[in-house]
């Protein structure tokens, strides 16, 4: 069994800063990519950011130069800085993770609610 666990969201006021950590745990044989998404309150789902085993990393161009995807073994990190009301979410982790050398599967967090608002 693997699972995904997040922490680190809450409430923060307009131009405040947060820091997402989610950490895998289980039968992992290795971690390829690993990803922020989130999903507000009637929108779909969208990816915020991703980091590949080789640290390559992609982002909304929404959140360019505001958030920044670190990882650290099987942990993922999500800095967000200069935070907007936009940014209001539910936000999850997600991970394509192999648990032997032959079988992958893609995982998701629980998500953790970022709230931004005065």
């Known amino acids: 069994q693997v699972q995904l666990v997040e922490s680190g969201g809450g409430l923060v006021q307009p131009g405040g800063s947060l820091r997402l950590s989610c950490a895998a745990s289980?039968?992992?044989?290795?971690?390829?990519?690993m990803g922020w998404y989130r999903q507000a309150p009637g929108k779909e789902r969208e990816l915020v950011a991703g980091?590949?085993?080789?640290?390559t990393t992609d982002y909304l161009d929404f959140v360019k130069g505001r958030f920044t995807i670190s990882r650290d073994k099987n942990t993922v990190y999500l800095q967000m800085n200069s935070l907007k009301p936009e940014d209001t979410a539910v936000y999850y982790c997600?991970?394509?993770?192999?648990?032997?050398?032959?079988?992958?599967?893609?995982?998701w967090g629980q998500g953790t609610q970022v709230t931004v608002s005065s």
């Open positions: 289980g039968s992992i044989f290795s971690i390829n990519r």
């Open positions: 980091i590949t085993s080789g640290d």
């Open positions: 997600n991970a394509d993770i192999r648990t032997t050398r032959w079988n992958s599967s893609n995982y």
